[in-house]
């Protein structure tokens, strides 16, 4: 592989790494609010199906219960959204490592010739 080529190639592919380091950063800290809802979500469901007063019932699903529902929901479609985004991120890194590779002996025979 040409070197000027090589060079882009790796130089496309760090700019490609600091976006997917970026997702990656987004996704743990969007996973760690995630697990704070779950419990938050859990915790009050499992208070109002222990419960038998309906007023009380009915404020608890109010206050607590579908508003942490709504949170869990939306931080779960944007974890599907990111992990989609890590995925297609990768690819590009693996592709340029493997073109890379796949380049890399044509180098060594080209040279042997010389």
């Given at each position: ?26 996704y743990g800290e969007i996973m760690k609010e995630l697990k704070v809802y779950t419990y938050k979500y859990g915790i009050t469901k499992q ?68």
């Amino acid at each position: 592989m040409e070197e000027y080529l090589e060079k882009s190639l790796e130089e496309w592919k760090e700019d490609i790494s600091e976006i997917l380091d970026q997702i990656n950063q987004e996704y743990g800290e969007i996973m760690k609010e995630l697990k704070v809802y779950t419990y938050k979500y859990g915790i009050t469901k499992q208070v109002i199906q222990s419960t038998v007063n309906e007023e009380i019932i009915e404020s608890i699903r109010e206050r607590y219960h579908k508003p942490f529902e709504e949170k869990y929901n939306e931080l779960k479609e944007y974890v599907k959204d990111l992990d989609e985004k890590r995925k297609v991120f990768q690819m590009f890194v693996n592709k340029i490592d493997e073109v890379k590779k796949r380049e890399a002996p044509k180098i060594d025979l080209v040279a042997a010739f010389k």
